[in-house]
């Protein structure tokens, strides 16, 4: 089944951390640029972070030096993880392979006090 779980997502306070995870099934990871996406209530979905399969990462101006990507390929496994967390960070996060157009469930982040 070609699928991808998200997992880590929770409640976590300004400048604290939290570390999701996503796992992916049924296609050829190591080949795959991987993104991971947020949305926020009223807000359209962003990129966040992103990595190819030779390990080369973007990421977006607002969560530069904050957030790390990252992948392990025999675990089939992309990592976002995130420092330094503030209250506008809270948002569902998704994980995402551009070939195919494949999306996970999302998981929840909130970061308040």
């Known amino acids: 089944q070609v699928q991808l779980v998200e997992t880590g997502g929770g409640l976590a306070q300004p400048g604290g951390s939290l570390r999701l995870s996503c796992v992916a099934s049924g296609f050829t990871f190591s080949f795959s640029r991987m993104i991971w996406y947020r949305q926020a209530p009223g807000k359209s979905r962003e990129e966040v972070a992103a990595i190819d399969s030779a390990g080369r990462t973007s990421y977006a101006d607002s969560v530069k030096g904050r957030f790390t990507i990252s992948r392990d390929n025999v675990k089939k496994a992309v990592y976002l993880q995130m420092d330094y967390l503030k209250p506008e960070d809270t948002a569902i996060y998704y994980c995402?392979?551009?070939?195919?157009?494949?999306w996970g469930q999302g998981t929840q982040v909130t970061v308040s006090s």
């Open positions: 995402h392979r551009s070939t195919g157009n494949l």
